[in-house]
């Protein structure tokens, strides 16, 4: 088998990264101690901004998809536009962890090799066509993330929470290599085309199971209810920047994977499939948005409210199964666009959780907020917006994101969706707005000695910026969103 | 016409500017952010005027600005003016200044908190597009929360979270209502709403649920009666300029809402729930009247009182008769004076003595004479004497409602009566009698600032119950439109008429 061009143009924005993280990964070799943590950085600030001119320049040309490696992966318009929200997650993380890792001695260029690895994984998982491909590259994002979420070798809650995740992932992965065995059993194929084909001629129960074993493991990384038990306590545990880069970006990344699949073998039209896919919609946003009424730390609250937002896009894609075609565009597109708000507002608040720490320690309770908008009114601003905007009050990213995703919902006459999807975020609404109350209400314990890290500060002020732009003029991100699914579906 | 001068875009955004010019200045430049604040709010009066001036009293919406927000959608930015939003707009834009007024002693972040949340309110009043009506509905919740939440009294807290998990709770169903709307009219302009939906059979047929979830959501706000815990809380715990915009501003919203919105959109439901909005607003008037004679506390007396003057203007609007309707809207603006004028009373002393309960005064009258001669105007105007404003109100919505409603009618005409009990009750317990505590006598009478705020509303009170034809001349074609919607007689005599 030999390379063509195209093949590498395909996979051209992941390639960027790889080279990256095997470059930082030898830093830590070459350079002396007091110079490696810079030239990491500075390499995969590098791999970032290559991979993201190789990304923003077709999405700006309109040009049609490239497929490589005999269609096993495309670069079309849905894996452009959810690869700009890992950069920029990707990106955004490495700012937060600068200051992180100079006071905790984790050596730079392990971690940042991880990283960049990692963002490769969630990038070819979205352009994954195929089920090997599909398979490798969500390896390849989880094995980063379990080292990543143990990063802090010292720290018990660290460890906890990487064992913790390894389980649980390693679970699900055995739950998605035997739903594949199913599909390619059942269909004699591994690309999602073909399969496709074989189900929509004739569907076979074995094909069903094999879906069925799929999902429960992308459900199971995306945190989806019943599925969701380990992610309270590995958000808890991980470090908080790397929290935040997991918690937007492996949903962006299982959700894209979970639209192509589910929309390209036809599977989101069937009806079993969307009262599943509804009822796990249902108890996830449910559940999250219960839980997270009684949590006391900011990081668990954040984490089961990650939880809930998974319900949200579930909601959406639920509503596909009995959609015309105007509609089926309308929700793949609210699911896209819901990811892509959803990245900025959760990874500027986890930002924040580091950025109001005092003492090498993150602020994690609600007491660590109490009286910060006298101290420091506008971050307290910066994480209002945050809080406003996860709940879906206008006029943030949130609030458009919800909206569009309700509107799709109504458009198929998913009303149940609806009515529970609009009275659980009004609930959300107490614990977001309990973060504003400490900020706001509450009396500041004695003053103590606090040093702001401004690159944590710019993480916090850029997410903000964007969350409210996202919201007051979505229109430009809306059309990508469309663009994203266009094509998907109904070829 | 349209898109010529944006005018209403001027007046809805400007404070909102001001505010963000404001809000960087540090805290020692207090008078800066105090002058600017109210140089701004002055400026919303003069704009309003000229509105004012530009409505001719024709129903046609005036000032109609029109541009595309999210192509996709269909949704645009889309304000307009007509009689029952002038009238509104006018009222917030003069509530205004004097609430900044009466806030001269806050920080700074409360006056940019006062600037961004009567942008959300003036954008409310005037958004003739759902989608932005909507953003700016739930959007100005959010000063409220923080001018209670942070500036508020001791209970400030709870009474911040129990008024926006109510009223988000409330809008919630809106939003899914606005969104079934979308999805059976496929858009989202109001006027367009108004004449498509009620011929639609599929609307119709949801219209009793449809108009639940928008009439929920605007019951909450007014507050009509189960639905009116979250004000008293409200009231008492908020700072004197945010109950005052509650009062004045905030409450008109759900009546604002009923008559733009509810109404319009799905009139065969509005007319089947009329009895029960009805009985409500009669239950909230005896109901809120009662729980007023039993307050110790000025400022809850004067929240249940509120209860019952919207009690008032609900009559009035789901009386089905134009002088009803007509009167409800004026009520509206009266309750505005009149409460928001009242708060600012209470402000007043509770910022000298920092206690606001009844039985902390007694024989004020002796130790400030102007202001009990206020007090006694104003309290005059609450009750509905001949000669002031309330006075006006109250009696086109009982001359109104008593045509088909007689039995409802008899009932909130007792509601008048308690009404006098209550206020006259409070005014004799206070600046009657001997005074109680010596310490009061040194507080002193109203100030210069203090005149120059309560002189402009006292003038106003007094100038509405001699002239209320300035209102309601503007307001009585756009008033009649939405009282033909609920009429039965109206309609039935059009239902017959092909046959």
């Known amino acids: 088998m030999s390379l063509s061009e195209q093949d590498l143009r395909s996979i051209l924005p992941a390639l960027a990264l790889i080279v990256g993280a095997l470059v930082a990964a030898g830093v830590d070799v070459f350079f002396n101690r007091d110079k490696r943590s810079s030239a990491s950085e500075f390499v995969s600030y590098a791999a970032i901004v290559v991979s993201l001119i190789t990304v923003v320049l077709p999405l700006l040309k309109t040009e049609g998809a490239i497929t490589g490696f005999q269609e096993a992966v495309t670069l079309d318009s849905l894996a452009l536009f959810l690869t700009l929200a890992l950069l920029a997650a990707t990106g955004l993380m490495i700012i937060l962890s600068a200051d992180y890792l100079k006071d905790r001695g984790v050596p730079p260029g392990e971690f940042h090799g991880l990283v960049l690895f990692g963002a490769s994984g969630m990038i070819l998982l979205v352009q994954a066509q195929?089920?090997?491909?599909?398979?490798?590259?969500?390896?390849?994002?989880?094995?980063?993330?379990?080292?990543?979420?143990?990063?802090?070798?010292?720290?018990?809650?660290?460890?906890?929470?990487?064992?913790?995740?390894?389980?649980?992932?390693?679970?699900?992965?055995?739950?998605l290599l035997y739903g594949m065995a199913f599909l390619?059993?059942?269909?004699?194929?591994?690309?999602?085309?073909?399969?496709?084909?074989?189900?929509?001629?004739?569907?076979?129960?074995?094909?069903?199971?094999?879906?069925?074993?799929?999902?429960?493991?992308?459900?199971?990384?995306?945190?989806a209810v019943p599925f969701h038990m380990w992610v309270a306590d590995v958000y808890e545990g991980a470090p908080t920047?790397?929290?935040?880069?997991?918690?937007?970006?492996?949903?962006?990344?299982?959700f894209g994977a979970f639209v192509r699949l589910f929309l390209r073998t036809g599977m989101s039209q069937?009806?079993?499939?969307?009262?599943?896919?509804?009822?796990?919609?249902?108890?996830?946003?449910?559940?999250?948005?219960?839980?997270?009424?009684?949590?006391r730390s900011v990081k668990r609250m954040l984490a089961y409210s990650s939880v809930a937002h998974t319900g949200y896009v579930l909601a959406a894609l639920a509503s596909l199964r009995k959609a015309t075609p105007m509609v089926r565009d309308e929700a793949s597109a609210a699911a896209v666009f819901y990811l892509f708000a959803y990245t900025f507002m959760t990874l500027g608040a986890f930002a924040f959780v580091i950025w109001a720490g005092k003492g090498g320690k993150d602020a994690e309770d609600l007491d660590d907020y109490a009286g910060l908008a006298k101290r420091r009114p506008w971050a307290a601003l910066a994480m209002t917006v945050f809080m406003i905007s996860l709940s879906g009050i206008p006029p943030a990213a949130g609030f458009f994101a919800k909206f569009i995703v309700f509107k799709a919902a109504v458009a198929a006459q998913e009303y149940g969706l609806v009515i529970v999807g609009v009275l659980s975020s009004a609930v959300s609404v107490y614990y977001y707005l309990r973060v504003a109350v400490y900020m706001y209400m509450h009396e500041p314990p004695a003053p103590t000695e606090e040093t702001p890290s401004p690159n944590v500060g710019m993480v916090v002020i850029v997410s903000a910026l964007f969350t409210l732009y996202l919201g007051l003029m979505p229109g430009r991100f809306l059309e990508q969103s469309y663009r994203a699914i266009s094509g998907l579906v109904g070829r | 016409m349209e898109n010529s001068f944006p005018l209403l875009s001027l007046i809805t955004f400007l404070p909102a500017v001001a505010g963000l010019a404001l809000a960087p200045v540090r805290a020692e430049r207090s008078g800066l952010v105090r002058w600017g604040a109210l140089v701004v709010s002055f400026a919303v009066v003069v704009l309003s005027a000229v509105a004012w001036a530009g409505c001719d009293g024709t129903p046609a919406m005036k000032?109609?600005?029109?541009?595309?927000?999210?192509?996709?959608?269909d949704i645009h930015y889309k304000v307009g003016l007509d009689g029952i939003s002038l009238a509104m707009v006018a009222l917030t834009a003069i509530l205004m200044p004097m609430a900044i007024a009466a806030s001269w002693?806050?920080?700074?972040?409360?006056?940019?908190?006062?600037?961004?949340?009567?942008?959300?309110?003036?954008?409310?009043?005037?958004?003739?597009?759902?989608?932005?009506?909507?953003?700016?509905?739930?959007?100005?919740?959010?000063?409220?929360?923080?001018?209670?939440?942070?500036?508020?009294?001791?209970?400030?807290?709870y009474a911040a979270v129990k008024f926006i998990v109510y009223t988000i709770a409330g809008s919630v169903l809106m939003l899914a209502a606005i969104l079934y709307c979308y999805s059976k009219a496929g858009t989202f302009d109001v006027l367009e709403l108004q004449r498509v939906l009620p011929q639609l059979e599929i609307v119709r047929n949801a219209g009793s649920w449809l108009f639940l979830a928008f009439g929920l959501s605007f019951a909450i706000k007014v507050p009509m009666f189960p639905f009116h815990t979250w004000l008293p809380d409200a009231h008492v715990e908020a700072p004197t300029a945010g109950s005052v915009i509650l009062a004045g501003v905030?409450?008109?919203?759900?009546?604002?809402?009923?008559?733009r919105f509810a109404i319009p959109f799905f009139p065969q439901a509005a007319r089947e729930f009329t009895p029960l909005a009805i009985a409500l607003s009669v239950t909230g008037i005896v109901y809120g009247s009662l729980m007023s004679m039993a307050q110790s506390d000025i400022k809850k007396l004067i929240a249940y009182s509120s209860v019952a003057h919207l009690g008032f203007v609900m009559l009035g609007i789901f009386s089905g008769s134009l002088s009803g309707a007509q009167g409800g809207v004026l009520q509206m603006v009266n309750h505005g004076l009149s409460t928001g004028a009242l708060f600012l009373l209470v402000g007043i002393i509770y910022e000298k003595t920092h206690r606001r309960g009844v039985d902390d005064f007694g024989g004020m009258a002796k130790v400030m004479p102007v202001y009990a001669t206020f007090f006694m105007i104003v309290t005059l105007s609450s009750i509905g004497l001949p000669g002031l404003n309330g006075f006006v109100g109250e009696f086109l919505v009982l001359f109104g409602s008593f045509q088909e409603h007689r039995v409802a009618t008899a009932f909130a005409s007792l509601g008048v009566v308690l009404g006098a009990v209550y206020m006259l009750k409070l005014y004799r317990d206070v600046f009657f009698g001997p005074v109680t505590m010596p310490e009061r006598e040194k507080a002193g009478d109203v100030g210069g600032r203090?005149?120059?705020?309560?002189?402009?509303?006292?003038?106003?009170?007094v100038l509405l119950g001699i002239l209320p034809n300035l209102v309601l001349a503007k307001t009585e074609e756009s008033v009649s439109r939405v009282v033909d919607l609920l009429n039965p007689k109206v309609h039935q005599a059009a239902n017959h008429e092909p046959k």
């Open chain 1, 130 to 175: 195929e089920l090997v491909t599909f398979f490798i590259s969500l390896e390849i994002l989880s094995l980063s993330l379990y080292v990543l979420s143990g990063l802090f070798r010292k720290d018990p809650r660290s460890n906890e929470a990487a064992v913790k995740y390894f389980v649980a992932g390693a679970f699900a992965t055995g739950f």
């Open chain 2, 450 to 461: 203090e005149l120059a705020y309560l002189l402009p509303i006292t003038a106003l009170i």
């Open chain 1, 241 to 254: 920047s790397v929290t935040a880069f997991m918690s937007v970006s492996v949903k962006a990344a299982g």
């Open chain 2, 250 to 259: 905030l409450l008109k919203m759900g009546a604002y809402g009923f008559l």
């Open chain 1, 184 to 223: 390619y059993g059942s269909t004699h194929s591994l690309r999602f085309d073909e399969i496709s084909q074989v189900v929509r001629s004739a569907p076979s129960p074995l094909a069903t199971l094999g879906f069925s074993m799929v999902a429960v493991g992308l459900a199971f990384k995306v945190g």
């Open chain 1, 270 to 295: 069937s009806e079993v499939w969307g009262t599943v896919l509804a009822g796990l919609a249902l108890a996830t946003m449910i559940v999250g948005n219960l839980m997270a009424l009684s949590q």
């Open chain 2, 63 to 73: 000032f109609l600005e029109d541009h595309d927000w999210v192509r996709k959608f």
């Open chain 2, 105 to 157: 002693k806050q920080s700074n972040g409360f006056l940019v908190a006062l600037l961004f949340l009567e942008t959300g309110m003036l954008g409310a009043f005037v958004a003739l597009d759902l989608f932005l009506f909507y953003v700016f509905w739930e959007a100005m919740l959010l000063p409220m929360y923080l001018l209670i939440g942070i500036w508020g009294g001791p209970r400030r807290i």
